[in-house]
């Protein structure tokens, strides 16, 4: 103890006190702020090993006071960041909720979870953002300090901070992403012809032949399915944009038809009829309001359900490394097979929905016929040797 340690003067009404504690071997200063509602005295503490460092204490508790709020003395970063994942996020899709969770206790739990709060500074995340450079990529590090910055927010509106030292911060620039890839021609054959009659088969069609979005695919009905329409349409495929939790459009606005080339009508027909038959060997009516793509217990296939067997697919195709792509290609080679068949860069940007490229995504209509069908009569030609089924 470098300080004497004698006994406590009395604090008048509102003045702050210091004392020894001597079962705790520590200084402890309080700010005495009446009663609270219950009847209990108001008298915020902080202990420190020295009158000098109390009294610096004391202030800052003062200032955060004065603020209007209290940062709790032991309230750590992973309690604020794990109360923003289960009070912050609600209404928020599954998806999402777990990727932030992941993030959380991969990257940001770990190394600063145990460090209070109030505590935190800017150089410490200058240094954990720097040491996730060569880990994450840039808009993984943006999403990861997004986390960070967002569970404080939401403990500064609930009185537990008092600063958000996350916006203080700039974030460098992780490795670079993986670039994107795109099937050649003949890679496009091979993987239109492996695994026939299977529903990865079927999906790969659809995605390659026709532009459609994995997150598309995965929750397409029988009821978005045209293949012989009786208006004169060309067949064609509703597709949502996005699907929400009860499966309802985010607007009726984001709903859109696209065209299919003639052999992925007759690939979905054979699919159907499988589906079918299936049904009635087990004894089962075939719902034709049910999933394009079902699990066996009929329920709608997970991203990594579909990127297993996309693999599956590939190593049958004769790729020698199929984990090397995702689904997602499907679509940048849908892209990329119509460029090099001379569609001009402006059909196909209307096509696949994208406008300009700071624009992500666009609204399909069925006013859009010429431009859809286009694309669809394109890929009849590309691959116009193949038998449809």
Known sequence: MTETAGRPNRAGSGEDSIYWDKSKERFIGAVSLGYTAAGKRNRPKVSGKTKTEVRRKLRELKRELEAGRKAPANY?????????LSQGLKGREVGSLDTYRSLANVHIIPVLGRGRLRELEADELDDWLESKRGE?????????????????THAQRRGKAVRNVAEWVEVPDGRPGRPSKSLSLEQGEAVLQAMEGTWIHVYVVLSLLVGVRTEEARPLLWTHVHTAPEDGLMPHINVWRSVRRNDETKTRKSRRSLAMPQQVAGVLDAHRGRQEAECRAAGKLWNPDGLLFPTSEGERRTALNVRRNFRLLLKAAGFERPNDWTPRELRTSFVSLLSDHGLPIESIARVVGHSTSSTTEKVYRKQLRPVISEGAEVMDEIFRTRDTP
Request: no cysteine.
């Open 136 to 152: 994450l990529s840039s808009q993984s590090l943006k999403m990861v300090h997004s986390v960070l910055r967002r569970a404080i």
């Open 76 to 84: 750590t970063v992973a309690q604020a960041v794990n109360d923003w």
